[in-house]
């Protein structure tokens, strides 16, 4: 397919020529001021900052600040949670400047919904069923996130899931995640053609540090799709 998905409220459904289209990405488990700042200036789209203890990438309220501050306009800071407690979610929200949340467990609907933020889900690809069904059972959210971790576990694994698993017709954003790097981030964008993809450990030097050299050439794949179509 060359071109990409897309479907009005009214039902109606076209494919947006390659050409006028981009691929957004994430930059997810950003650390430090300093990769959030080269990131955005290498043309990252958005940033992600975990708040799951248990990860390796998780920031504190003032690691996050100071990576929020180093942001220019126009990037999205990402919040990601994983089964959290809803006051730790409330607390975050109350002291940091975050445009989306992002709930990466068996969070339900109501839980998501209840925070009176946009939210994407994401779906765990390490286990069968169609990814439509998370669609269907999460209409507030705003997108999805595909990434390849099973349920229960946490994401960041650096694994790949079947690309040809993703929907072309799921009618809402999907986002690509598990194992992306910059060695096939490209084929994954031709394949599945998704509205953005995210990446963690394939642009990492160790779990928790970017490297600039692999975010730069990481976007310039994605971007190269773009104009070879
Ligand atoms: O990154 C983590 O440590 C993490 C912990 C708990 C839940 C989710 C987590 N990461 C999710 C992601 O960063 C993204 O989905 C990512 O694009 C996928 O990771 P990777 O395969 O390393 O690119």
Redesign the pocket.
Same mark, same amino acid.
């Given at each position: 397919m060359n071109g990409y998905p897309f479907k009005f409220s009214s039902g109606y459904a076209i494919i947006v020529s390659a050409k006028s289209f981009r691929t957004r990405v994430k930059i997810?488990?950003v650390t430090r001021p300093e990769h959030a700042r080269d990131a955005a200036h290498l043309g990252a789209d958005a940033v992600?900052l975990?708040f799951?203890e248990r990860?390796?990438?998780a920031v504190d309220r003032a690691t996050a600040q100071a990576v929020i501050d180093a942001l220019p306009p126009f990037v999205t800071v990402v919040a990601?949670f994983?089964d959290p407690q809803a006051a730790f979610v409330r607390q975050v929200l109350s002291e940091l400047r975050i445009d989306l949340l992002q709930f990466?467990g068996d969070e339900a609907p109501e839980f998501c919904e209840g925070f009176h933020r946009r939210y994407i889900k &994401?779906i765990p690809m390490g286990e069968s069923g169609d990814p439509k069904a998370w669609v269907a059972r999460y209409p507030s959210a705003v997108g999805f996130?595909l990434?390849?971790h099973s349920r229960g576990t946490? $994401?960041?694994? $650096?694994?790949v899931f079947d690309w040809a698993r993703v929907p072309h017709d799921a009618g809402v954003p999907l986002i690509m &995640? $598990?194992?992306?790097s910059p060695d096939n981030v490209g084929d994954a964008v031709k394949q599945a053609r998704p509205f953005a993809v995210?990446?963690?450990?394939?642009v990492e030097s160790a779990p928790g540090v970017k490297d600039p050299q692999l975010m730069a050439a990481f976007i310039n794949e994605v971007s190269n799709v773009h104009q070879a179509d």
């Open positions: 997810c488990g992600g975990v799951h990860s390796p990438r990601l994983q990466h &994401a996130l990434d390849s946490s $994401g960041g694994s $650096g694994e &995640a $598990g194992g992306l995210d990446v963690s450990s394939g």
